[in-house]
C-alpha cells in the first residue's frame, strides 16, 4: 500500500555463492600470516625450530596451525601468540605511534625446517 505516494524498498539479494567466494579471499586458510617477523633474536630461535610471524590481530593458534599446513607443507607441534601493544615516539619534535602488532611463535617438529626465500 503506498501512502503519500510512497512505496516500499525492494531489497537487493547477494547470491550465496559470491557472498561465498568474497569471505574466502578475506579469510582464507592462508590469511592469517601476514609475513615472516625476520630479526636477529627470530634467526636465533629458528635453529631450535620456533619460526616468528607477523599474524592478523584476530588471528586464533588454530587458524594460524592451517595456514603453516597450507603454505609450508608442514604441521606445527605448538603455537604461541603475542601481542606487542603500540608505543609513542618523539622524532624530529612531532609525536607518534608505532602500531602494535600480533605475533606467532611456531614450533615444529625436529627435522622440519621452513625456508623464508
Given at each position: 500500500?503506498?501512502?503519500?505516494?510512497?512505496?516500499?524498498?525492494?531489497?537487493k539479494?547477494?547470491?550465496?555463492?559470491?557472498?561465498?567466494?568474497?569471505?574466502?579471499?578475506?579469510?582464507?586458510?592462508?590469511?592469517?600470516?601476514?609475513?615472516?617477523?625476520?630479526t636477529?633474536?627470530?634467526?636465533?630461535?629458528?635453529?631450535?625450530?620456533?619460526?616468528?610471524?607477523q599474524?592478523?590481530?584476530?588471528?586464533?593458534?588454530?587458524?594460524?596451525?592451517?595456514?603453516?599446513?597450507?603454505?609450508?607443507?608442514?604441521?606445527p607441534?605448538?603455537?604461541?601468540?603475542?601481542n606487542?601493544?603500540?608505543?609513542?615516539?618523539f622524532?624530529?619534535?612531532?609525536?607518534?605511534?608505532?602500531?602494535?602488532?600480533?605475533?606467532?611463535?611456531?614450533?615444529?617438529?625436529?627435522?622440519?625446517?621452513?625456508?623464508?626465500?
Amino acid at each position: 500500500m503506498a501512502l503519500l505516494g510512497k512505496t516500499k524498498k525492494e531489497v537487493k539479494k547477494v547470491p550465496a555463492v559470491v557472498a561465498y567466494k568474497a569471505e574466502m579471499i578475506t579469510s582464507g586458510p592462508t590469511h592469517a600470516i601476514l609475513r615472516p617477523h625476520i630479526t636477529e633474536k627470530s634467526g636465533m630461535l629458528s635453529q631450535t625450530g620456533k619460526y616468528t610471524f607477523q599474524v592478523m590481530k584476530n588471528a586464533n593458534k588454530q587458524s594460524i596451525a592451517r595456514a603453516i599446513q597450507v603454505l609450508y607443507k608442514i604441521t606445527p607441534k605448538h603455537v604461541t601468540l603475542l601481542n606487542q601493544p603500540p608505543r609513542k615516539v618523539f622524532v624530529r619534535g612531532r609525536r607518534g605511534v608505532v602500531p602494535g602488532l600480533r605475533k606467532a611463535i611456531v614450533t615444529v617438529k625436529k627435522g622440519d625446517k621452513i625456508d623464508f626465500v
